[in-house]
């Protein structure tokens, strides 16, 4: 099965959005195209990421999964 765009809390997310600050918290984005994303300074805490295509995301202080910083502003 193929990469989709994600539909959370009413907006549609896929390719190349601008996801600066969102807080995408234990948010379902199993098999999400998430390709050349912003995701600076974005909250993914407890996000289920299975599967998702990640490929040229820009992680700029962002919250994974797991609780740790991705390249966290000095």
Same mark, same amino acid.
């Given at each position: *099965?193929?990469?989709? /765009? =994600? =539909?959370?809390?009413?907006?549609?997310? =896929?390719?190349?959005? +601008?996801?600066?600050?969102?807080?995408? /918290?234990?948010?379902?984005?199993?098999?999400?195209?998430? @390709?050349?994303t912003n995701l600076s300074n974005a909250d993914? /805490?407890?996000? +289920?990421?299975?599967?998702?295509?990640?490929?040229?995301?820009?992680?700029?202080? @962002? @919250? *994974?999964? +797991?609780? /740790?910083? =991705?390249?966290?502003q000095p």
């Open positions: *099965m193929g990469l989709f /765009s =994600k =539909k959370v809390n009413g907006q549609v997310i =896929k390719a190349c959005a +601008d996801l600066n600050g969102a807080n995408l /918290s234990a948010t379902n984005l199993t098999r999400a195209d998430l @390709t050349n993914l /805490s407890n996000a +289920d990421l299975t599967g998702a295509n990640l490929d040229g995301a820009i992680f700029h202080n @962002t @919250t *994974m999964p +797991d609780g /740790s910083i =991705k390249n966290p």
